[in-house]
Nanobody
Framework: QVQLVESGGGSVQAGGSVRLSCVAS????????MGWYRQVPGKQRELVAA???????NYADSVKGRFTISRDNAKNTVYLQMNSLKPEDTAVYYC?????WGQGTLVTVSS
């Protein structure tokens, strides 16, 4: 059974940084594509960043240059480092593997 558990969300001022973690069980993150999505009330969930099994990454245009997705194979964990945060980054952030989603972690950015 695959489980994804996110952590690291919280409240931060604009311009600040937050690092989200996604600990996976039941899969090996090193050989699987993983992603981070976010959702605000009333809007569709959107892809923020993804990493392939080969380590290639891609980002939503709105976060390029500010967010970085990475993984620690030894900890079976995927990270999302978020820098230069903006109020519009406020959302619930979800870790994803295929059809599996974590419980989400809220990031609130105040101006």
């Amino acid at each position: 059974q695959v489980q994804l558990v996110e952590s690291g969300g919280g409240s931060v001022q604009a311009g600040g940084s937050v690092r989200l973690s996604c600990v996976a069980s039941g899969i090996i993150v090193a050989i699987n594509a993983m992603g981070w999505y976010r959702q605000v009330p009333g809007k569709q969930r959107e892809l923020v960043a993804a990493i392939t099994s080969g380590g290639s990454t891609n980002y939503a245009d709105s976060v390029k240059g500010r967010f970085t997705i990475s993984r620690d194979n030894a900890k079976n964990t995927v990270y999302l480092q978020m820098n230069s945060l903006k109020p519009e980054d406020t959302a619930v952030y979800y870790c994803n593997y295929r059809e599996i989603w974590g419980q989400g972690t809220l990031v609130t950015v105040s101006s």
